[in-house]
């Protein structure tokens, strides 16, 4: 029982961290209506980029206080994430309004070699460390209630709990703020909204960044835990079964759908995965957005999709 | 006016109803058409006609009601079936196949009778290029029948939009329709251009037989060549009859003036 | 002035329907074939024949067979690399368990097996699309990078999937040296395109494009999409598994699951945007500018004299991918076959400007 559930608190802060990369889809998505099969090499370039400030300014700057050194590391991989998107919108984004939603698809996938390639070639191609403090030493918890008590992560929990305090705030952003309802207008339609004087270009640009800061969030997380590497951006592949599962346009979906991920991932794993030869990680999450969209193709969240004639 | 004598009745809607969720699009709409007959319907915009269409042809299916076309009853129709029984339209919006050129949009039209299967097309000798040559005289015809020769290799994309519209017929035509449903076929064009509508419209009611049933808000165009004339309003029903009952119906001017009911 | 048309008339539908109507064309291609057939293999050093026109050929029957499906069809798939290992390791099944079995039906046999994968993996297709369906077709990827890596039986009982062919022969002929892999590669990819044009500008190309432009009017017309579709991932998961087969047999020898991996997918999509989505002739260009595009990046430097290493080579690849996948899509979606169109419209009023 105690395995069952270490099993599955892991399954579930597996799932908290695909949750927070699937978060950045879902809101390009839900403001611009474009797929961003970016995301990923978005989390590995801030990663990147915060892991190696953090390595280089206190050569430059000669301060050492690791949490300054941290905060300006943070500072500068958002104002690097906010010029990507200001780039992505200007080069990109904006040149391929009128394309079908294919076209954009792969604009993406093109952007994402092209981070992937950058990134290396301006911060390097190592595994970096990124140490923000996180407490590295697992903990047991519930030792009066079963036999050897179940082991958690400190680390995984506070990922969780920052994940939820983004998700919150997110909510809030849209839900309260006038720049929050502008995004949602214009994810609901781009003409009218431009017809009541919103600027559409200037809305991408802080949704991508808004993205962006997702990223860094995601990187820094992800970073902390497995070090700073190139496979960061394949993780991020998986985080597309997460939006099918919690539908595209929804913030809340990219939580439980990244949970349902993450354990369904690790339980069957740990259950199914010896009768078949284990590893079938590589692949349950896909089938099992396969099989959804077979089902309910707008996920438990998204909006329905309806085929105007 | 029809030419050919009209027959018995061809297609029966009978209380069809249709709401997209709370939106009521039709409620409780019963006509008849005949066949070889040009029947219009005619209604304020969002009266429900082009929903009509799209229930006759399969595309939406009514929540209540029945079709009966020929016979035979549905209460649900798939586009395909429609096809298959011999029912072709074309659309407001037209839905032409952007990316290839007018031939081959009114070859499209041909799918139906094309038999040889792949392994054949792969090598195209033989009853491959055989159908392929015979589809090619039968939509050559109907080429020159709407009289788009010079445009045949064009991109249908770069064409101007009275001429897609033809396309559009031509390749409704292309079913060898027993019942050809034209939505707003001359919308958008200027007096010369629904001269030669018209006038395809009606040749093809005269020498084939079709039957006619045209949404049209050219109300000159709808009494000149309709035999009969159906009225939607709001999603329902207002006026049934010959163009003359139709025009002095005190509902449908209502209507059309916008009185409060 | 060169390439008129004039006196060119057609008498005839047939004629009229020929794959290159004007007789310039017509020149051109024999002689392309005239080069490809005779005078390469005679003259060509073997390091271009082994490293540059073999994997350009399986590359392009490859990107022939997905250009079908997503150019066509309109139906997106990142899933190629896995139908690719499929018709590579079914060929080598029916190679290795069966004594005496014949190459070109091994390879035949492959590309059949990747038919019924495809069509399977296709069967979402019915039901969702664009976006919705790529992330099927990655199911359909990493399902069978897992099954060949996994699933005993599938490999011969092979370690780690990794399983290899000598010795091919076709009639008794030897396929060893470089020249007699290219004249076998060389002749399939001509037959498979020949076969793949045809389709495509019958009645199946037709109904294809119909499907891609405008589902719902297609199904007015008489079209079943259901039909369309399956024969589209069928026709083109074929192709994909012969060429699969092709790469294992022919240009690696040995192989595993990893020769057959996402990055393979992306790479033969890259190909067919690139090239031009929905023709033939683009799925040539983007094959031979994803070829040979990594082979003059590594070798650029040396030439104009700085020296790269290769790690920011591959990294500087990547980059300069990313950049032209945007580029084309801004400046010319339809790919390097539209440019080609293009410069031949122009040259049909060369000298004059318009």
């Known amino acids: 029982m105690g395995f069952f559930l270490e099993t599955l608190l892991g399954g579930l802060m597996t799932g908290m961290l695909y949750s927070l990369i699937a978060l950045g889809f879902v809101l390009i998505f839900k403001a611009s209506g474009v797929f961003n099969f970016a995301q990923g090499s978005m989390v590995l370039f801030a990663a990147l980029a915060m892991a190696r400030f953090a390595e280089w300014l206190p050569h430059w700057t000669g301060l050492s206080n690791k949490f300054l050194v941290n905060a300006l590391a943070l500072l500068v991989a958002l104002a690097i994430m906010i010029v990507v998107a200001w780039l992505i919108e200007r080069l990109v984004l904006g040149k391929l309004v009128n394309q079908e939603g294919i076209a954009l698809l792969m604009a993406t996938l093109g952007v994402a070699y092209f981070l992937d390639g950058f990134g290396q070639v301006l911060f390097g191609s190592d595994i970096y460390k990124l140490d923000v403090g996180m407490p590295k030493d697992p903990v047991i918890v519930l030792d009066k209630v079963l036999p050897g008590g179940v082991l958690v992560s400190l680390e995984d929990l506070i990922a969780a709990g920052v994940a939820a305090a983004l998700v919150a705030l997110l909510a809030v952003f849209f839900q309260k703020t006038s720049t929050g309802r502008a995004l949602r207008a214009v994810a609901d339609d781009h003409q009218a909204a431009q017809a009541i004087g919103i600027r559409l270009s200037r809305i991408w640009v802080i949704v991508w960044s808004v993205a962006g800061f997702v990223a860094i969030v995601a990187g820094i997380i992800w970073g902390s835990k497995l070090g700073v590497q190139f496979s960061l951006s394949l993780v991020a592949l998986k985080a597309l079964p997460v939006v099918i599962l919690g539908g595209l346009t929804s913030v809340p979906g990219a939580i439980v759908g990244g949970l349902l991920i993450g354990v369904g991932e690790k339980l069957s794993e740990v259950y199914i995965g010896p009768y078949l030869g284990g590893g079938i990680e590589i692949w349950f999450a896909y089938v099992l957005a396969l099989l959804f969209l077979l089902v309910r193709p707008q996920g438990l969240f998204g909006e329905k999709i309806i085929d105007r004639v | 006016m029809s030419a050919r004598q009209v027959g018995d009745i061809i297609l029966a809607v009978d209380d069809i109803s249709l709401a997209f969720g709370g939106v009521k699009a039709l409620t409780g709409i019963s006509f008849d058409v005949r066949e070889h007959e040009v029947r219009a319907i005619i209604g304020p915009n969002g009266a429900g006609k082009s929903s009509l269409l799209n229930c006759i042809n399969g595309v939406y299916t009514p929540q209540k009601g029945r079709i009966r076309f020929r016979n035979e009853s549905f209460a649900q129709m798939s586009p395909h079936r429609a096809a298959v029984m011999g029912i072709a339209r074309t659309f407001q919006n037209l839905a032409l196949f952007k990316g290839m050129s007018v031939l081959d949009n009114i070859m499209t039209g041909r799918s139906l009778r094309m038999r040889s299967n792949l392994l054949w097309q792969a090598i195209r000798i033989g009853p491959a290029q055989r159908e392929e040559l015979e589809h090619r005289e039968f939509v050559e015809k109907i080429i020159d029948f709407l009289e788009i020769q010079a445009y045949r290799k064009t991109p249908v994309g770069r064409l101007p939009y009275g001429l897609q519209k033809r396309v559009d017929l031509g390749r409704a035509l292309a079913m060898e329709p027993v019942m050809l449903l034209l939505d707003e076929p001359m919308a958008g064009m200027n007096l010369e251009e629904k001269q030669d509508m018209c006038r395809f419209i009606l040749d093809v009611n005269d020498e084939f037989g079709t039957t006619i049933v045209l949404i049209e808000h050219d109300m000159g165009v709808v009494m000149d060549i309709s035999d009969r004339v159906v009225v939607l309003d709001y999603g329902r029903k207002i006026g049934d009859g010959t163009p003359d009952d139709v025009r002095n119906n005190r509902d449908v001017i209502d209507a059309y003036l916008g009185t409060t009911h | ?354």
Not at chain 3, 12 to 18: F, G, K, P
Not at chain 3, 97 to 108: K, N, Q, T
Not at chain 3, 121 to 138: E, H, N, Q
Request: overall charge positive; some cysteine.
């Open chain 3, 1 to 354: 002035m060169l390439y008129r048309e004039n006196g060119q008339f057609k008498t005839n539908y047939r004629a009229d329907q020929q794959i290159f109507p004007i007789l310039q064309d017509r020149i051109g291609i024999a002689i392309v074939l005239l080069i490809a057939f005779v005078l390469v293999p005679l003259t060509a050093p073997e390091y271009l024949l082994r490293a540059i026109l073999i994997p350009f050929l399986i590359l392009s029957l490859a990107a022939l067979g997905l250009n079908i499906l997503v150019g066509y069809c309109g139906q997106i798939s990142l899933g190629t690399g896995a139908f690719m290992a499929v018709g590579a390791y079914a060929a080598y099944n029916f190679q290795a368990r069966i004594d005496g079995f014949p190459l070109l039906l091994s390879l035949l046999c492959g590309g059949l097996c990747a038919t019924l994968v495809g069509v399977a993996f296709g069967i979402p297709s019915l039901r969702i699309k664009g976006l919705y369906l790529a992330v099927a077709t990655l199911a359909a990827q990493f399902f069978v990078d897992w099954a060949f890596l996994r699933i005993k039986w599938l490999t011969n009982d092979s370690t780690s999937g990794s399983v290899s062919v000598a010795g091919l022969q076709i009639f008794g002929l030897r396929i060893e040296s470089p020249e007699q892999k290219y004249l076998f590669c060389l002749a399939i990819v001509a037959v498979f395109a020949l076969g793949a044009k045809n389709l495509v500008r019958g009645a199946i190309g037709r109904e294809w494009m119909a499907i891609r432009d405008m589902d719902v009017a297609a199904s007015v017309i008489g079209i079943r999409p259901m039909y369309a579709k399956l024969t589209a991932f069928a026709v083109s998961s074929f192709i994909v598994g012969v060429a699969g087969a092709l790469w294992g047999f022919v240009y690696l020898g040995t192989w595993e699951p990893a020769a057959f991996s996402i990055d393979r997918s992306f790479q033969l999509l890259f190909m067919v945007i690139i090239g031009g989505l929905g023709s033939i002739m683009g799925s040539f260009f983007g094959a031979a500018f994803i070829v040979v595009l990594p082979i003059v990046l590594d070798n650029l430097p040396y030439w104009f004299g700085i020296p790269v290493d290769t790690a920011l080579a591959s990294h500087l690849t990547f980059m300069i991918f990313g950049s032209l996948i945007v580029f084309f899509l801004i400046v010319e979606p339809h790919g390097i076959a539209r440019l080609w169109s293009t410069a031949k419209e122009k040259l049909r009023l060369w000298p004059f400007p318009h």
